[in-house]
């Protein structure tokens, strides 16, 4: 059964840091496409940054030079470094994997999810 768990969120000021991790469990790790997606109140639900079993990332422009996606396989756990935060980047994010994608960065490839973490970003 797959699990995935993430934690990290919180309130930060503008141009502070966090890091998220996404715990997971019941699947080979490295074998799979891993992704983070963000939403928030009254938007759709969004991409963040996105990694595949071959190691190849992508990023949102939104997001590219501020975020760095990363693995732990030993750990079964992905991780999320967001720098240089915007009060824009508030929202709830999600970790999401799926054995296989065609596209890295849509939503509705993954098949599994967590329940997501908080993050919140004040001026």
């Given at each position: 059964?797959?699990?995935?768990?993430?934690?990290?969120?919180?309130?930060?000021q503008?141009g502070?840091?966090?890091r998220?991790?996404?715990?997971?469990?019941?699947?080979?790790?490295?074998?799979?496409?891993?992704?983070?997606?963000r939403?928030?109140?009254?938007?759709?639900?969004?991409?963040?940054?996105?990694?595949?079993?071959?190691?190849?990332?992508?990023?949102?422009?939104s997001v590219k030079?501020?975020?760095?996606?990363?693995?732990d396989?030993?750990?079964?756990?992905?991780y999320?470094?967001?720098?240089?935060?915007?009060?824009?980047?508030?929202?709830?994010?999600?970790?999401?994997?799926?054995?296989?994608?065609?596209q890295?960065?849509?939503?509705s490839?993954?098949?599994?999810?967590?329940q997501?973490?908080q993050?919140?970003?004040?001026?």
């Amino acid at each position: 059964q797959v699990h995935v768990v993430e934690s990290g969120g919180g309130l930060v000021q503008a141009g502070g840091s966090l890091r998220l991790s996404c715990a997971t469990s019941g699947f080979t790790f490295s074998n799979y496409a891993r992704a983070w997606f963000r939403q928030a109140p009254g938007d759709e639900r969004e991409a963040v940054a996105a990694i595949d079993d071959d190691g190849y990332v992508q990023y949102a422009d939104s997001v590219k030079g501020r975020f760095t996606i990363s693995p732990d396989n030993a750990l079964n756990t992905l991780y999320l470094r967001m720098d240089s935060l915007k009060p824009e980047d508030t929202a709830k994010y999600y970790c999401a994997v799926a054995a296989w994608v065609r596209q890295l960065l849509i939503p509705s490839e993954y098949t599994y999810w967590g329940q997501g973490t908080q993050v919140t970003v004040s001026s």
